[in-house]
């Protein structure tokens, strides 16, 4: 039961979980609190691009103190993508929806190659120790739109929706489950598994950080969590930052 390793606070409203985290742990009120909300107001995510909710989808947050674990923050988002994808591919199953789950570098999940959940890690500093924070938000009830992207919610595929409180359930129990594999077997098992649910080796797909956009055959990510592809030169091109996009599109 994931609430016997963590502390759960439920806001009715907020700016953003990922904020009320860091504001705690700069009070030094800190080390493994979910922060659940209702309804976030200034929500945001990746590039601090604005994240809407939307009444009735998921918003959390998941507050770790990360001394033991700074180095390898970034492969912490791969251990929550997996949650994710089985939580997600779990409920699609037991209602018999057919769909396509996929797992898209960095932080993302997809269905039907429409975005249904993003993932975000944050951290910080203070008086010495390092804080993780781990921001979660999910489509379940409304899909808000975001500027060039498709996106998509569990209502939109026709499923009976289950709540935000529920879903943060499920969610934790399979975060406890990923994040006990990833300390005690490493990131090896984690990169395997994110591997089998993401584009397949050899695929066509776009890279951009925004300011640059790379076309190239999709390898696989490395023990860092960078994404590796195969340039049409034949050099391997790696990145740690930026996002990548199925196929050749105009960014
Ligand atoms: C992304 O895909 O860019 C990441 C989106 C992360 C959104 C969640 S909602 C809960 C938490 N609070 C925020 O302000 N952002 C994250």
Avoid at 206 to 230: N, P, Y
């Amino acid at each position: 039961m994931w609430q016997d390793q963590y502390r759960l606070l439920i806001f009715d409203e907020i700016d953003s979980t990922n904020q009320e985290a860091l504001r705690l742990a700069k009070n030094g009120i800190c080390q493994d609190l979910v922060i659940f909300a209702k309804n976030q107001t200034d929500g945001y995510g990746r590039s601090k691009r604005p994240w809407q909710s939307g009444e009735g989808n998921l918003a959390m947050s998941i507050l770790l103190k990360s001394d033991d674990f700074s180095k390898v923050q970034s492969q912490l988002s791969f251990v929550v993508g997996l949650s994710l994808y089985d939580v997600i591919g779990r409920i699609l199953s037991t209602q018999n929806i057919v769909a396509e789950v996929m797992l898209k570098w960095p932080n993302d999940l997809m269905i039907n190659e429409a975005k249904i959940a993003g993932i975000l890690l944050e951290s910080i500093k203070y008086n010495n120790i390092k804080y993780l924070v781990i921001g979660i938000g999910v489509n379940l009830c409304s899909a808000p739109k975001i500027e060039n992207r498709q996106t998509t919610s569990l209502n939109n595929l026709g499923l009976k929706v289950i709540s935000a409180r529920e879903l943060l359930d499920l969610i934790m129990n399979s975060f406890i489950y990923y994040n006990d594999l990833w300390r005690k077997q490493g990131f090896g098992v984690i990169r395997k598994l994110w591997l089998e649910k993401t584009f397949k080796t050899g695929d066509l797909v776009t890279f951009t950080d925004g300011s640059i956009k790379i076309v190239g055959h999709f390898l696989d990510i490395d023990s860092e969590g960078a994404v590796r592809m195969k340039l049409s030169s034949g050099e391997i091109y790696s990145k740690t930052s930026g996002e990548v996009f199925f196929g050749e599109i105009d960014v």
